[in-house]
């Protein structure tokens, strides 16, 4: 059996009170399907073991995962802050009329444009990479200090796939926390007119099973937080853990337990402040995955199948990896399910494979399905986080609508692309 978190009635999969075949009928193939109230459930689930545990706690959603308006708004109704990594996600906030305190402004090189609109904008934090951001912001002449963090890396093995672990000690984000000029950077940024320092940011990578990781992170960062206060007399006030809480992709795989693990990270931060003697930061999350990718799936129609001599079995879908990247960037594992279907057991190894012209274009390599029929609509599951994000118009393939599903109510949150709209930035 595949891993799937929704309701199976009368042989049919269901989002909310809607078959997923009726969803696919109504509003065509490719669909990115998300459940709602599955993403409001993970948000609160956040602020109940997070958020609501502590007075100084903060969960930042990641809106790399998965953003547009209406993403903006509800995460402003749950009273989640939102973390940003570019003018094009703290413009879709602005005009969300998401609050812009609330934003934290992240990126290992934001262009002078997009600090100018974060100025403008007056963005809760940003959070600085290096020294040249700090330099920029100098010359945008800010009127009033800047909050800000700093971006540190303290060298964290997170065991995880190479393009996702962020704090190797050769990782491209933030500086180092055993280099020195990490520590004179903090010094200029805390003595500075143009910036009102507030503390550290870290993240040490994505898909995390096991929270030890966090704690060791924990542990290394306090630590450097005692040395800047023992060397320079620096307090932080805030200290930002990332995101990266692992999420299930497939009946193999062990999701972290939010529940357990949640609470371990702020007893860790109370404990270490103890032992080291200092004052309790204000402690900031900011998961992405885990609040969006399981409340997503993909439905795709399948329109042929190919044997090859080898006897290899593909299946054709209307999608591709335009709509799919992470199996090719990351070797991700996906199951499928054919969704009216559903009480037939998937005995049949297939190659689900994409319309893109490229041979890597393949969405899962071993494909457990009942015999496929043409026209059957098949969906993906656990698509909901780095799947619309990451989608691109290669091939000038038309991006897919994605509709959100609450209970019985069914809104198109971003329609599905056209033939003009492809050409509205083409110039003769
Ligand atoms: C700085 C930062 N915070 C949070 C996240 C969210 O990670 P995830 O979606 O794995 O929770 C990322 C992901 O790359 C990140 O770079």
Known sequence: MSFNPFPIKNHQLYIGEHTVSSLAQQFGTPLYIMDEALMRHQMRLFKQNFKHKFINTEVAYASKAFLNLAMCRMVDEEGLHLDVVSGGELYTAKQAKYPMDKIIFHGNHKTRDELQLALDYKVGLIVLDNPFEMDTIQHLHPIQPVPVLLRV???????????????????????????????????????????????????????????????????????????????????????????????QYTAEDHAIDLEATLPQLLDTVYSETLRLNLQMPTIIIEPGRSIVANAGITAYTIGATKQT??????????????????TALYQAKYEAALVDRMNEMADHHYTLAGRACESGDILIHDCLLPKVEINDILCVFSTGAYHYSMSSNYNRLLKPAVIFVNEDAIRIVNKRETYEDLLTQDRL
Do not use: W
Request: with cysteine; glycine share 10%.
């Open 309 to 326: 001599p080898s006897g290899k079995e593909y299946v054709f879908v209307d999608g591709s990896m335009a709509d799919h990247i992470r």
């Open 153 to 247: 890396n303290p060298g964290i093995e997170a065991h995880t796939h190479d393009y996702i672990a962020t704090s190797r000690l050769d990782s491209k984000f933030g500086m180092s926390i055993f280099s020195d000029e990490t520590l004179d950077l903090i010094e200029q940024l805390n003595q500075s007119e143009h910036f009102d320092f507030k503390g550290l940011h870290c993240h040490i990578g994505s898909q995390i099973f096991d929270g030890t990781s966090f704690v060791k992170e924990i542990q290394a960062l306090l630590q450097y937080v005692k040395r800047v206060f023992d060397e320079k007399g620096i307090e932080i006030e805030i200290l930002n853990l990332g995101g990266g809480f692992g999420v």
